[in-house]
């Protein structure tokens, strides 16, 4: 096996900047592709990401977490760092057929007050962890894993899913997927998530009343250029 390592293998960030907890609940009051709507599109997690069970949902501060795939080295090492409302985020380079956490790993995070914990890679022990009451998502759910050797990483910028992640970006998922918020750019990606909501809600109002969907969308212009 190479010895080699790459620059960030080895590092452990403990501390960072947490986006407020109020920031974070009012972002958590919109569906996850409330969100994707108003940034864009990006920021959405590859759709194999998906929780544990449906009714699960997410929403915190992004912890993250480099490992190689099959090695829970630096999973292990993150509990004794995590703080409460985090949101874990596991760098496993989407294997979906070796693991890097089950249910006692699980366990441990919860017991530090995670809000949950999203794999780019597999999990197993999945019924116990649904037992815990923990919400997690992952690629896949497989049991086979290789150990606790290493390399890793805590708290260094990862990719889940193919969208890149930084300590302190908000995590927010539901049974649509998972998408994760620049920190940076939070309070203006709320203010739209706010609008499409708003404008959401008008437009049904509006056909209650009585106007049909064309009218409502506003699609005859649209449809016009197909129909010459």
């Given at each position: 096996?190479?010895t ?7 590092c ?13 609940e009012?972002?958590a ?7 994707a709507?108003?940034m864009?599109?990006?920021g959405?997690?590859h759709?194999e990401?998906?929780p544990l069970?449906?009714?699960?949902k ?18 292990q090492?993150a509990i004794?760092?995590?703080q409460?409302g ?8 989407g ?14 995070f ?14 197993r ?9 923990l919400?997690?998502f992952s ?7 290789f ?5 890793g ?8 899913g ?6 302190g970006?908000?995590?927010l ?30 437009r ?25």
């Amino acid at each position: 096996m190479t010895t080699e390592k790459h620059a960030v293998h080895g590092c452990e960030r403990t501390e960072f900047d947490r986006p407020p907890r109020e920031l974070i609940e009012r972002l958590a009051r919109h569906e996850t592709a409330k969100v994707a709507d108003s940034m864009g599109g990006y920021g959405v997690m590859h759709h194999e990401i998906k929780p544990l069970t449906p009714e699960m949902k997410i929403a915190g501060p992004a912890f993250t977490v480099l490992t190689k795939p099959g090695d829970a080295l630096y999973v292990q090492r993150a509990i004794d760092f995590v703080q409460p409302g985090d949101v874990v985020v596991i760098d496993a380079a989407g294997f979906k057929d070796v693991c890097v956490i089950g249910e006692r790993l699980a366990y441990f995070f919860q017991r530090r007050g995670v809000a949950g914990i999203v794999v780019d890679g597999a999990v197993r022990d999945s019924q116990g962890i649904v037992d815990l009451g923990l919400p997690v998502f992952s690629r896949s759910v497989c049991i086979k894993i290789f150990g606790s050797t290493g390399p890793g990483a805590i708290n260094v910028p990862i990719q889940s899913g193919g969208v890149p992640i930084s300590p302190g970006d908000i995590i927010l998922g539901d049974r649509d997927g998972v998408i994760a918020v620049p920190k940076d750019d939070a309070r203006r990606v709320l203010d739209l998530a706010d609008e499409h909501l708003h404008g959401e809600l008008d437009r049904v109002k509006e056909v209650e009343s009585g106007k049909n969907v064309s009218e409502v969308f506003g699609l005859d212009e649209k449809i016009a250029r197909w129909t010459k």
